[in-house]
């Protein structure tokens, strides 16, 4: 059983960066295909970006093409996202999710497991 944490979300103003961690204990990381989802308010959950087991290959969403950048530490267990240029309309509660010997997926029904979600705002 695999725990997901996320961290680093916070308030921060249109234009500025952060980057957001997710921490992965249990299974068998660095076989598990890896991503993040966002949630706005009243808003159905989004694909964001997903990395490959393998870590060469990525896939993000059109909209943060270009300025937002996952990555992963398998030595840390750990994946993160990059969120440079954030803005408001990136407001949302940032999960992550792994996925257990399958590829990157953009689809959140392929995920096995899920963070509890970390809040982004971004104000204008």
């Known amino acids: 059983q695999a725990q997901l944490v996320e961290s680093g979300g916070g308030l921060v103003q249109a234009g500025d960066s952060l980057r957001l961690s997710c921490a992965v204990s249990g299974g068998t990381f660095s076989r598990n295909a890896m991503a993040w989802f966002r949630q706005a308010p009243g808003k159905e959950r989004k694909f964001v970006a997903a990395?490959?087991?393998?870590?060469?290959?990525?896939y993000y969403a059109d909209s943060v093409k270009g300025r937002f950048t996952i990555s992963r530490d398998d030595a840390k267990n750990t994946v993160y996202l990059q969120m440079n240029s954030l803005k408001p309309e990136d407001t949302a509660v940032y999960f992550c999710?792994?996925?257990?010997?399958?590829?990157?997926?953009?689809?959140?029904?392929?995920?096995?497991?899920w963070g509890q979600g970390t809040q982004v705002t971004v104000s204008s």
């Open positions: 999710a792994a996925r257990y010997g399958g590829g990157s997926s953009t689809n959140s029904y392929d995920y096995d497991y």
């Open positions: 990395i490959q087991w393998s870590g060469d290959s990525t």
